[in-house]
């Protein structure tokens, strides 16, 4: 196996983010609980249903990236909450819980030796453990950034 650990380090680093974008916890740091469910003017979805989406879509590489029994949820709409507010508030901390469980879990696979991250996997289309990295922080970097605007907007409204 190549001796890869400067790319696994690499990898973990923009898994986290905070170079070339906001990382995940400074982003909803303090963000006002009382507009999580609020879609501001012009923004298609609220704080909540931005950060569900990034969970679920995390939790769908790690789990796929895992096993070949793994059956992801119906796209587009197994990928979003079904209202953009959450029922309880609880709910917003239990999803941000749950996203930083899956990309340690993840940052695990990155970082176990035994796994190579350029062999395709048996199952899927021909995907790697660091083609899945590298969606993750695309994925994650780009609503990430979404949600920054958004708190903007609904700071402002």
């Known amino acids: 196996m190549p001796k890869d650990d400067a790319l696994r380090e690499q990898l973990i680093q923009l898994l986290h983010g905070g170079n070339a974008h906001i990382a995940f916890d400074a982003a909803i740091r303090g963000f006002p609980l ?31 990236s895992q096993s070949a029994d793994y059956v992801s949820p119906k796209w587009p709409e197994g990928y979003w909450p079904a209202s953009a507010a959450p029922e309880r508030e609880s709910q917003w901390k239990s999803s941000i819980r749950a ?16 796994r190579n991250l350029h062999r395709k996997f048996p199952w899927g289309e021909g995907q790697t453990l660091l083609r899945e990295a590298l969606l993750i922080a695309d994925h994650n970097a780009y609503h990430i950034g979404q949600l920054v605007l958004v708190r903007r907007l609904a700071a402002a409204g």
Do not use: T, Y
């Not at 996203?99 to 035994?114: G, I, M, W, Y």
């Open 34 to 64: 009382d507009r999580i469910g609020i879609r501001p003017a012009g923004a298609p979805h609220s704080a909540w249903e931005l950060v569900e989406h990034i969970r679920i879509a995390q939790n769908d590489i790690l789990r796929f």
């Open 99 to 114: 996203f930083r469980k899956d990309l340690a879990a993840f940052e695990e696979l990155v970082r176990d030796p035994a």
